[in-house]
Each structure stands twice: as structure tokens, then as C-alpha cells.
């Protein structure tokens, strides 16, 4: 992964992804650091595979034990 820190959000380019038309773009995404926890999620976009493409986001949690 390769990318830039602004604020709260970095651009990340995919090198290799589970979605195909992802590799060899950049990605925004978003982190939020508490405590011993960071969450790092997309941008809102519509869900490819929910009839109607509601939008959503996917979030990545971390905790540090």
C-alpha cells in the first residue's frame, strides 16, 4: 500500500483487490484513531450488490490488545 495522510483521509493505490477495476487505481479512504482502536473506512458509494445500489461504506476496525 502506498499513499498520503491529509486530516482524516489518505489515498491508498490498490496494487491487487478483490474488485478487479480497483487494481492500479487510488482509493480514498478515511481513519479515525481512539485509544487503542483505529477504524478505517471508504468513501459512501452505492453497493454493487444490493438491488437498488443503496449507498453504504465498508469499515476496518483494529484494536491493540
Known sequence: ???NLDG???ITKIDS???EAW??????RFYKLDGDTLDVSTAWMPNPFVSGNPI?????SF???
Open 23 to 28: 487494481n492500479g487505481t487510488e482509493q480514498e
Open 8 to 10: 482524516d483521509r489518505f
Open 56 to 60: 453504504g461504506r465498508a469499515i476496518l
Open 1 to 3: 500500500m502506498h499513499g
Open 63 to 65: 484494536r491493540r490488545e
Open 17 to 19: 483487490s478483490w474488485n
